[in-house]
C-alpha cells in the first residue's frame, strides 16, 4: 500500500499537487494571469501542463468532496462551497486548505497528512486517487 500522502499512479505527492494549484490560484488572483503564467512560476524541473493541473484539479477535489462528511467532524468546512467552474473549484480547494490550518500543527504538509490519514483511518481509502484494486 502506498504512504497516504502519494496519490496512488502519480508520481508526485498530494502536497505538491495542492501546492500547485494553489499556486495558480494565486497567481491568477493577483496578478491577474492564465494557467500558462502560472506554471512558469512553479518551483523545481518537471513537466507540469494545463492538462495535468486541470487533471489534479480533478482528483484532489473528487477525494476532498468524496472525504467530506468524514472530515466534518475534525474540521470546520461550513466555508467550503462546491463549483464547477476552474476557478471556483480552486476557491473550493483553498476553503478545504484553510479548514485543515485552522486547527493542528501549521503548513500545508502536515495538514494535508492529518487529513488523508484522518479520512484512511476512518474509511480504510486513500484520500486522493483510486488504488488498482477499486478501479
Do not use: K
Not at 108 to 115: C, D, K, R, T, Y
Amino acid at each position: 500500500m502506498l504512504p497516504c500522502q502519494l496519490a496512488p499512479h502519480c508520481q508526485y505527492t498530494i502536497e505538491s499537487m495542492v501546492r500547485t494549484l494553489l499556486l495558480v490560484l494565486t497567481v491568477f488572483e493577483e496578478e491577474r494571469r492564465g494557467i500558462l503564467a502560472a506554471l512558469g512560476e512553479v518551483p523545481g524541473d518537471h513537466d507540469v501542463t494545463v492538462g495535468l493541473v486541470a487533471y489534479w484539479r480533478g482528483l484532489v477535489l473528487r477525494g476532498l468532496r468524496r472525504a467530506h462528511p468524514f472530515l466534518c467532524p475534525r474540521y470546520d468546512l461550513s466555508s467550503v462551497r462546491s463549483a464547477e467552474d476552474h476557478h471556483g473549484q480552486l476557491l473550493e480547494l483553498r476553503a478545504y486548505c484553510d479548514a485543515f490550518r485552522s486547527r493542528g500543527p501549521p503548513g500545508l504538509a502536515a495538514s494535508l497528512g492529518l487529513a488523508a490519514r484522518t479520512y484512511g483511518n476512518r474509511t480504510r481509502r486513500h484520500l486522493v486517487g483510486t488504488p488498482s484494486q477499486e478501479r
